[in-house]
């Protein structure tokens, strides 16, 4: 169930005195993918006219099904984690073709996907009026392993900086040399970044082991893992103004001579 469809969830964890508490943030740094993009229809509306053509092209794909192509990127990604999206793409795509015989036209499939896949690639509605919010006190910055170019999915103009994996050999996350980049471009040390995104291990584990604070987008109301504690925890976009004003809540307290954290959870 996403997270528009539930109680807004705000849940700032483990602020502690000589930790969270007496740091003064300034930059908010996102993830691209499920995190302000709504990628999942976009995939599906790519892959249903690459199936669409195939059928049109040749009668041995008419037993060729949907879910097949969806299957054929986690037949391939895990050879490939580290390659660039558009290379995986692209092998989940030849897999794909090969099952009717068309693998001799793999660029032209790839740029039909690609070209629907992009013009369906839209933020969720609760992005826009969030970042206009957030950008009155925050720089805000945009860092991704993906495709998912800001200028090509509604999000033109919306960030101070941009980082992308594969860019001058940036490896992707969860690699230390990505957050580092996202520190250089952020121009601010690392401890007032605050890394929003909805993976665990990309979007709080990794950037917490590299000084940034994080933030879990938990769109679907996961269970935490154990292990590792994120800055907060929202369940929407349009929380984040929220969690992050606690965090100057707790840098008050800390002045005001009162220690311990500041934990809320509920509707907002």
Same mark, same amino acid.
């Given at each position: /169930?996403?997270?528009?469809?539930?109680?807004?969830l705000v849940r700032v964890l483990a602020l502690s005195v000589g930790e969270t508490v007496g740091v003064v943030l300034t930059t908010v740094?996102?993830?691209? $993918?499920?995190?302000?993009? $709504?990628?999942?229809? &976009?995939?599906?509306?790519?892959?249903?006219? #690459?199936?669409?053509? /195939?059928?049109?092209?040749?009668?041995?794909?008419?037993?060729?099904?949907? $879910?097949?192509?969806?299957?054929?990127?986690?037949?391939?990604?895990?050879?490939?984690?580290?390659?660039?999206? /558009?290379?995986?793409?692209?092998?989940?795509?030849?897999?794909?073709? &090969?099952?009717?015989?068309?693998?001799?036209?793999?660029?032209? !499939?790839?740029?039909? !996907?690609?070209?629907?896949? !992009?013009?369906?690639?839209?933020?969720?509605?609760?992005?826009?009026?969030?970042?206009?919010?957030?950008?009155?006190?925050?720089?805000?910055? !945009?860092?991704?392993?993906?495709?998912?170019?800001?200028?090509?999915?509604?999000?033109?103009?919306?960030?101070?900086?941009? #980082?992308?994996?594969?860019?001058?050999?940036? %490896?992707?996350?969860?690699? %230390?040399?990505?957050?580092?980049a996202v520190v250089s471009a952020a121009g601010v040390p690392a401890e007032q970044i605050v890394y929003v995104g909805d993976s665990w291990?990309? $979007?709080?584990?990794?950037?917490?082991?590299?000084?940034?604070?994080?933030?879990?987008?938990?769109?679907?109301?996961? %269970?935490?893992?154990?292990?590792?504690? %994120?800055?907060a925890e929202v369940s929407t976009v349009a929380d984040l103004s929220a969690a992050l004003a606690l965090f100057a809540e707790a840098e008050?307290?800390?002045?005001?001579?009162?220690?311990?954290? #500041?934990?809320?959870?509920?509707?907002?």
């Amino acid at each position: /169930m996403s997270g528009a469809c539930r109680p807004a969830l705000v849940r700032v964890l483990a602020l502690s005195v000589g930790e969270t508490v007496g740091v003064v943030l300034t930059t908010v740094v996102f993830d691209a $993918d499920e995190t302000l993009l $709504d990628l999942r229809p &976009a995939v599906t509306g790519g892959l249903i006219a #690459v199936l669409d053509e /195939m059928r049109r092209r040749t009668p041995a794909a008419a037993e060729v099904t949907l $879910d097949e192509l969806e299957s054929d990127w986690g037949a391939v990604f895990g050879e490939l984690a580290a390659a660039p999206v /558009m290379e995986i793409r692209r092998a989940a795509l030849a897999r794909s073709l &090969a099952r009717a015989e068309l693998g001799d036209h793999l660029d032209e !499939f790839a740029a039909l !996907f690609f070209a629907r896949r !992009f013009a369906l690639t839209r933020p969720f509605p609760d992005v826009p009026a969030a970042l206009a919010t957030l950008r009155e006190s925050y720089t805000l910055g !945009f860092a991704t392993n993906g495709n998912s170019r800001a200028e090509r999915c509604g999000l033109v103009g919306e960030f101070a900086f941009e #980082v992308y994996a594969h860019e001058n050999g940036l %490896p992707k996350k969860p690699a %230390p040399e990505f957050y580092a980049a996202v520190v250089s471009a952020a121009g601010v040390p690392a401890e007032q970044i605050v890394y929003v995104g909805d993976s665990w291990e990309h $979007d709080v584990v990794a950037p917490r082991r590299a000084g940034l604070r994080s933030v879990w987008l938990n769109r679907a109301g996961l %269970p935490r893992p154990l292990g590792h504690t %994120p800055d907060a925890e929202v369940s929407t976009v349009a929380d984040l103004s929220a969690a992050l004003a606690l965090f100057a809540e707790a840098e008050i307290r800390r002045h005001n001579g009162r220690s311990g954290g #500041v934990n809320l959870l509920g509707a907002v």
